[in-house]
């Protein structure tokens, strides 16, 4: 190893080095690293390995797997994971929960329960899951009659510490209309850049946790939606076809299923109804 910074060389990382570290990240998230990203992988780490003093793939991917704890794994698929997402991204899902499902929702458990649970699976740093809380603040009369929890969950821990803070650049908040900019954020006093933060009438509504989805899952729902978008384009056919099957036995009957607009559920079996693109009901 070694631990001289002012030295340190750019490591090559070979075709069975990448081989190895796909290998490794597949058994252990389901994420398929696929050739074309052997440079996105070595831009990504070499800034790790030189924080650890190492100057080989080789030595690192020991590391890796005598790492007792984990600890460095879960760092590693930080730096490897790429997270896009927006306020309102894929707008018609939020349409479609105001003006379709919320009434259907409200009818079915007014009479009898209170509670609503929603899932937001690959929530990235938050924008998601907070745009389901203000449809809810904005689309659901006497909210504070009703018991709204939102879980969500991502595999990267930096992005879930980001997430729980709430606070974004002006420019993260263009897709927000004005008039839910001002209800809902708090601008911040920054010399740099112009920064919002969620308020806590929003943020109370979210639940934050770590979750690699090829672990056991310890939430037994039942859920009444779960969103799951951009997220399985990762995975090969077979981890897919679990994934969405484990997703239907946690919601309850009536609940919707929402996946990505790149995403289809072609080619798999599940016991999904179709309700309209990338939307379905159980």
Known sequence: MNTDPGIFQAPQLSPNDFKRLSALVKRH???NLHEGKQELVKARLNKRLRELGMSTYQEYLDFLQSDAT???FIIMLNSL???VTSFFRESDHFTFLSQTYFPQLRARKAEHDRHIRFWSAGCSSGEEPYTLALVFKEGWADLGNWDVRILATDLSTRVLN???QGIYDEPKLADIPRSLRERYFTPLKSKSVEQYQVKENIRS???FARLNLLDPWPMRGPFDAIFCRNVMIYFEKKLREQLVNKYWELLAPGGIFFIGHSE???GITHKFQY????????
Do not use: F, M, Q, R
């Open 70 to 72: 984990g600890d460095e």
């Open 264 to 266: 289809s559920l072609a």
């Open 162 to 164: 980001n997430a729980k």
């Open 205 to 207: 509504l979210v639940h």
């Open 29 to 31: 998230s389901g994420i």
């Open 81 to 83: 994971s790429t997270n």
């Open 275 to 282: 309700v309209a693109p990338t939307i379905y009901k159980k």
